[in-house]
């Protein structure tokens, strides 16, 4: 099937284009602040769409209520290059198509009322702004990078792009949604595929792991308890800033960002006894001490809007000791040791002593983060964890190995053992129905987008500049 490489390649080029926007370096793409409405009723006069009664130089093309100039095309494909992103398919035509279709969403979201608050898109920013910080050294530095003279100036222009963005996002959500993929819909999918054009998947495996989390004795975690209320006094007392605080203190992947987590709401996936904690917690003020699965904490709530709160925290582990870790390896060797003297399987073993309860109830087996499936492609893995299951055998488990929990928790160990191994094949459909569903389910909801672009383009007051009415867009843009 011709379509399925097309879809796919199409599918690629719009995610890589739409993370440009999301990305750590900022988008130079900038829209008027106030909708074009004066210079868009002069242009709708020319009736045949292509600024010769009126020369707005500068200006690419109009969507809606918003201006593209020639400059924000530029910009933004010196921004992907800069990057290191692949350039290849990506011309002066396509970046003006994708810019298009980012304004007629963002056009269609104001339409909808899908509008974004003002304190949201000035917390995201302050989010993206401390993000390049931590990147360049300096407020300075990063004014220079962007050519911007002061900080007020360059967060309106990143004010101006995050609500551009964020009014993108809720309408192809919207789009999306409600669709659903049936099993006969996958099915059909996979069949009108011709067999030369099925997709091959690369080889991948499936790994159980057992895992021991040596405990910190009480000392160790008063410790702590003691160390997170003499920074929360001093806040309170000394006016002291908690985000140096948590860049000063903290242990856990928001240090850099002065602790930040950004806006949460109930239904966020953070552990229970965190967000408990963030919605009894007032607006302003810190939060006692408490502890979770990855540490002790102090919360502040910098913000309250609706339901959602815009935190910050501090996290610190209790130090544990080395009687502990031992203690911990040596369970470990004996659980192993059983194992392979057939007393039980790995599996039993998970279920029985591993201290995971992620993954304990399902004999050990880790998901792929990415699509929760448990098969892992070895050219997609986590590097650390590749490095640790590389050179298993099967029906070999590793030796115990020490591993630091990514979201900020303490130390843990864990026996890993890879329990299937799929070689490079092509697509079959039993063996890979997951991944021809989520394709099946894509191609369904890029048809449902083609139709709602189709549809509003029709709808909507769009203008071309003659110099870009030759470009083949994948839309009808220079309507006939």
């Known amino acids: 099937m011709n379509n399925l490489m097309y879809l796919m390649s199409a599918f690629f080029l719009t995610g890589m284009l739409f993370a440009q926007e999301t990305t750590e370096v900022p988008d130079t793409q900038i829209e008027p602040q106030e909708p074009v409405v004066e210079t868009a009723m002069v242009v709708k006069k020319d ?16 969507v809606g209520d918003y201006v593209i100039l020639d400059s924000d095309i530029e910009k933004t494909m010196i921004d992907i290059k800069s990057q290191g992103a692949s350039m290849e398919g990506v011309n002066h035509c396509s970046m003006l198509g994708k810019l298009m279709e980012d304004r007629l969403y963002a056009h269609q979201a104001v339409q909808d009322s899908l509008l974004v608050s003002d304190d949201e898109v000035a917390a995201t920013t302050d989010r993206q702004i401390q993000g390049f910080l931590s990147q360049l050294g300096s407020m300075e530095k990063l004014l220079k990078f962007y050519k911007k003279e002061d900080e007020a100036s360059l967060r309106e222009d990143i004010n101006i792009i995050i609500k551009l963005r964020m009014l993108s996002e809720k309408m192809q959500q919207k789009i999306v949604e409600d669709i659903e993929i049936t099993p006969e819909e996958v099915r059909q999918f996979y069949n009108k595929i011709p067999e030369d054009e099925r997709p091959v998947f690369g080889a991948e495996m499936e790994i159980s792991q057992i895992v021991k989390e040596p405990k910190a004795s009480d000392v160790e975690k008063q410790k702590v308890i003691d160390k997170l209320n003499a920074i929360k006094q001093d806040i309170e007392d000394n006016d002291a800033s908690f985000s140096v605080k948590a860049i000063l203190y903290s242990q856990g992947p928001s240090k850099s960002q002065g602790g930040l987590l950004g806006s949460i709401t109930k ?19 810190v939060s006692e001490p408490f502890e979770t699965q990855f540490g002790f904490h102090i919360l502040y709530v910098e913000k309250i809007r609706g339901q959602e709160r815009d935190v910050r925290h501090i996290i610190l582990q209790p130090e544990i000791s080395q009687e502990a870790m031992d203690a911990a390896k040596t369970e470990l060797d004996s659980i192993r040791q059983a194992v392979l003297d057939g007393k ?19 004999g050990g087996l880790l998901r792929n983060p990415t699509n929760f499936d448990s098969r892992f492609e070895l050219t997609k893995m986590d590097p650390t964890l590749y490095n640790q299951v590389r050179n298993l055998k099967d029906n070999e488990i590793s030796n115990p190995i020490m591993d630091q929990d990514p979201r900020g928790g303490g130390v843990k160990f864990k026996i890993l053992k890879i329990t299937n191994r ?13 991944k021809i569903q989520q394709l099946a389910k894509t191609e369904k909801q890029y048809t449902a987008i083609k139709k709602w672009m189709e549809k509003h ?7 071309v500049n003659a110099e870009n009415q030759e470009c083949d867009f994948a839309n009808n843009w220079v309507k006939e």
């Open 267 to 285: 239904d966020s996936g953070f552990d229970k006894t965190f967000k408990d904690v963030v919605f009894s917690t007032a607006e302003g003020e």
């Open 47 to 62: 009736t045949t769409r292509n600024f010769k009664k009126i020369k707005l130089d500068g200006i690419a093309a109009v």
């Open 457 to 463: 383009i029709k709808d909507t007051y769009v203008s």
């Open 344 to 362: 039980f399987t790995f599996a039993e073993a998970a279920l029985n002593f591993s201290e995971e309860k992620e993954t304990k109830f399902d």
């Open 422 to 434: 799929y070689e490079e094949h092509v697509a079959n459909f039993s063996q890979d129905y997951i």
